[in-house]
C-alpha cells in the first residue's frame, strides 16, 4: 500500500509539473505562408501577393487573416477590433521577411506605391527604414505607436478613380527603390524601377 501511494504521489506531481509547462510554454502565433494567385485579402477580396506589402491577423483560435496592404489590414481591425487578434505580421520592405506588427518600423508617403494606395511600407529596422526615406527624398518613419495614430488616406491614383482598386503598387511616375518579390528564401535584392 505504501508503495501505491508513493507512485500515485509521483505521477500526481508529474502530471502537475506537465500541466504548468504547457500553461507557460504556450507557442507564440506565427505567421502562414502566402498562396499567391489563391489568397484573397479579408477585407478587399483582392488576390494577396507574396511580397512585401503582404500583412497577415492570426487570431487567438488560430486562423489567419491574410492582406494586400497594410491599410487593410487596419480597417479590418478598426472594424472588428482586437480581442481576438493573437499576432499581427508585416512583411520587411527589402526581404520580405515576415516581422511583428509591434516592432516593425514603417516609412509613409503618399507617393508610396502599395497594392490599395495607404503608401506604408514596412521595415524590421529602424535604420533600414530611415535609410529608405533618405533615398527617396520623401516620407515619414513611424514606429508601431506612431502608426495607431495614423491618417490612414489612400492616395487616389488614375488607376483608383477608374475601378477602385489600384495596379498592385505599379502606378506611373517617378523613380523608386523596389524590393525583389519573396520567394521562399527571405532573401531579396533591392532594385531601382522607373514607373
Known amino acids: 500500500?505504501?508503495?501505491?501511494?508513493?507512485?500515485?504521489?509521483?505521477?500526481?506531481?508529474?502530471?502537475?509539473?506537465?500541466?504548468?509547462?504547457?500553461?507557460?510554454?504556450?507557442?507564440?502565433?506565427?505567421?502562414?505562408?502566402?498562396?499567391?494567385?489563391?489568397?484573397?485579402?479579408?477585407?478587399?477580396?483582392?488576390?494577396?501577393?507574396?511580397?512585401?506589402n503582404a500583412t497577415e491577423i492570426i487570431l487567438k483560435d488560430g486562423k489567419a487573416l491574410k492582406f494586400d496592404d497594410i491599410g487593410c489590414l487596419h480597417?479590418?481591425?478598426?472594424?472588428?477590433?482586437?480581442?481576438?487578434?493573437?499576432?499581427?505580421?508585416?512583411?520587411?520592405?527589402?526581404?520580405?521577411?515576415?516581422?511583428?506588427?509591434?516592432?516593425?518600423?514603417?516609412?509613409?508617403d503618399k507617393e508610396f506605391k502599395t497594392p490599395m494606395s495607404y503608401g506604408i511600407y514596412s521595415f524590421k529596422d529602424k535604420a533600414e527604414a530611415d535609410k529608405f526615406v533618405a533615398e527617396q527624398k520623401k516620407g515619414v518613419v513611424m514606429n508601431a505607436e506612431g502608426l495607431k495614430s495614423h491618417t490612414w488616406e489612400r492616395s487616389m491614383s488614375e488607376h483608383m478613380k477608374k475601378d477602385g482598386h489600384s495596379s498592385g503598387g505599379h502606378q506611373s511616375g517617378g523613380t523608386e527603390s523596389t524590393p525583389a518579390p519573396a520567394h521562399g528564401n527571405g532573401t531579396s535584392t533591392p532594385t531601382t524601377t522607373h514607373h
Request: aromatic fraction near 10%; charged fraction near 25%.
Open 1 to 52: 500500500m505504501m508503495k501505491l501511494k508513493k507512485w500515485v504521489t509521483t505521477l500526481g506531481a508529474i502530471a502537475g509539473i506537465s500541466l504548468l509547462m504547457v500553461g507557460c510554454g504556450k507557442e507564440e502565433a506565427q505567421p502562414v505562408d502566402i498562396a499567391e494567385g489563391v489568397d484573397k485579402c479579408d477585407l478587399c477580396h483582392m488576390h494577396v501577393p507574396n511580397d512585401h
Open 75 to 108: 480597417e479590418w481591425t478598426k472594424e472588428h477590433g482586437t480581442d481576438e487578434v493573437a499576432m499581427q505580421y508585416v512583411r520587411d520592405y527589402y526581404t520580405a521577411e515576415w516581422t511583428k506588427a509591434d516592432t516593425a518600423t514603417f516609412a509613409y
